[in-house]
C-alpha cells in the first residue's frame, strides 16, 4: 500500500520495512563502489603478473642476448715490437721472431680450425705441423699458407714489395689474382708481390741474406746498394736518402751487426763504394 506524505514511503512484502528513496540509493551506490574496488583491485593484481612476467622476460631476453654477443665476440692478441726483435710462442708451440716495428695478431680462435695470424712488419716463423689445421699467415691482400715449415716474411705497410721467402718445407701464397691454391714456393724460392701494380714472380735467392736479421746481423751477398739501404732503413728506423741513382745500382757484400750505428756501416761501405754522406737527424742523405 503506498501512501502519500512528505517523503515517498515504499513498503515491501513486510509493511514494518520501510526505505527511503535516498538511503536505498546510497546503498545502491555503495555496492557499486565496493564491487567496482574489488573488479579494480583484482585488474590491477593482474596488470601486476603481467608486467612482473614481462620484466622477467624482458630480463632474461637481454641476459640472452650478452651472452650470445659475449659467445661470440673472440679476444684478441697482439704481439708488437718497437726498437728491438723479440721471439714469441703461439699456443700451437710455432716459434715466430718478429723484427723491429712489426706486429702479429691473432684471436682465441686459433688453432680450432685453422692457425690464422695477421702480420704487419717482418716475420720468421718455425711452424709446428699439423695437417688438420693449416697455419695462415695475412698481410693485407695476401695470405701465406702452409702445414708445417720455415719462412720468412717481409710486409711492412710503407714497403711497396711484400716479400715471400721460404727456407724448408712449402708454401702456397694466395691472392685473388692467382689461381686456387696460390703460387707454390720451394726451399730457397721468394715470392715478390708488388702492391701497386698486383704483380707477383718468384725468384731463386741466398735465403740467408733475408733472414740474419733474426741472429741480429745485416748480410749483403753482391746486394744492390739501394736494397742494402732499404734494408738499414727497416731495421734501424732511419731514412736513406741517394741523390746519385746511379749508385743505388752498385752491388756491395759485408756482414754486420745490427748492434753497429748505421754511420759505421756506411763508413765501411764507403771503403769499397766512393761517397759522402749526412747525418739530418733521423735522415742520412747519400751525397757523391
Not at 106 to 127: H, I, M, P, Q
Request: proline share 2%; net charge positive; aromatic share 10%.
Amino acid at each position: 500500500m503506498i501512501i502519500k506524505t512528505d517523503k515517498l514511503i515504499i513498503t515491501t512484502n513486510h509493511p514494518s520495512e520501510k526505505y527511503s528513496v535516498e538511503n536505498s540509493f546510497d546503498r545502491l551506490w555503495k555496492r557499486i563502489c565496493e564491487h567496482n574496488n574489488r573488479k579494480n583491485n583484482r585488474r590491477r593484481l593482474l596488470w601486476r603478473k603481467v608486467m612482473a612476467i614481462a620484466a622477467s622476460v624482458a630480463i632474461l631476453t637481454v641476459c640472452g642476448i650478452f651472452l650470445l654477443r659475449s659467445s661470440d665476440t673472440e679476444k684478441m692478441y697482439v704481439l708488437n715490437t718497437e726498437n728491438e726483435k723479440k721471439c714469441f710462442t703461439l699456443p700451437d708451440s710455432t716459434h715466430v721472431w718478429l723484427n723491429v716495428n712489426s706486429q702479429l695478431t691473432y684471436t682465441d680462435a686459433f688453432g680450432k680450425n685453422s692457425r690464422d695470424v695477421e702480420l704487419s712488419g717482418e716475420g720468421y716463423f718455425e711452424v709446428t705441423a699439423d695437417a688438420g689445421k693449416p697455419f695462415i699467415v695475412k698481410t693485407g691482400e695476401v695470405a701465406v699458407r702452409v702445414l708445417g715449415t720455415v719462412f720468412n716474411v717481409q710486409a711492412y705497410l710503407w714497403e711497396e714489395v711484400m716479400e715471400t721467402t721460404l727456407l724448408e718445407g712449402s708454401v702456397g701464397v694466395m691472392h685473388k689474382s692467382v689461381p686456387e691454391g696460390g703460387i707454390i714456393l720451394c726451399p730457397g724460392q721468394q715470392l715478390l708481390f708488388d702492391k701497386s701494380g698486383k704483380d707477383m714472380f718468384v725468384k731463386e735467392i741466398d735465403y740467408s741474406l733475408y733472414t740474419s736479421w733474426k741472429d741480429g746481423k745485416l748480410v749483403f751477398k753482391q746486394t744492390a746498394l739501394k736494397d742494402a739501404f732499404r734494408i738499414m732503413e727497416r731495421n734501424f728506423r732511419i731514412k736513406i736518402v741517394v741523390n746519385n741513382k746511379s749508385l743505388e745500382e752498385r752491388k756491395i757484400t759485408g756482414r754486420f751487426d745490427l748492434t753497429e750505428k748505421p754511420g759505421n756501416i756506411l763508413d765501411v761501405i764507403r771503403e769499397t763504394l766512393p761517397f759522402e754522406y749526412e747525418n739530418q737527424s733521423d735522415t742520412l742523405l747519400i751525397i757523391k
